[in-house]
Nanobody, 119 residues
């Protein structure tokens, strides 16, 4: 059974940093593009960042570009999201997800981790 498990969320003051981790039980982790999303109540889930199979290519949404960094460790089946200069509007549930490179649809999802940024 495939599992993606996020960790590292919590409460932080504005301007602070958090590092999210996502451990994946995917047998062939290096064949999946990994992404980080977030969602707030009443809004659609937002793609924040994604990373290519080898980690050499990344995408960031305008809302996090320059503040967040996605990375992956294929040897440890883990993807990370380093979040710096956090703002209250970054408060959300953060999810990691995995998709094959041949599709834009994310197939596997974690359960989410709450990030709360206080002003």
């Amino acid at each position: 059974q495939v599992q993606l498990v996020e960790s590292g969320g919590g409460l932080v003051q504005a301007g602070g940093s958090l590092r999210l981790s996502c451990a994946a039980s995917l047998r062939t982790f290096s064949t999946y593009i990994m992404g980080w999303f977030r969602q707030v109540p009443g809004k659609e889930r937002e793609l924040l960042a994604s990373i290519s199979l080898s980690g050499g290519g990344t995408y960031y949404s305008n809302s996090v570009k320059g503040r967040f960094t996605i990375s992956r460790d294929n040897a440890k089946n883990t993807v990370f999201l380093q979040m710096n200069s956090l703002k209250p509007e970054d408060t959300a549930v953060y999810y990691c997800a995995a998709r094959f490179s041949t599709t834009m649809t994310y197939r596997y999802w974690g359960q989410g981790t709450q990030v709360t940024v206080s002003s």
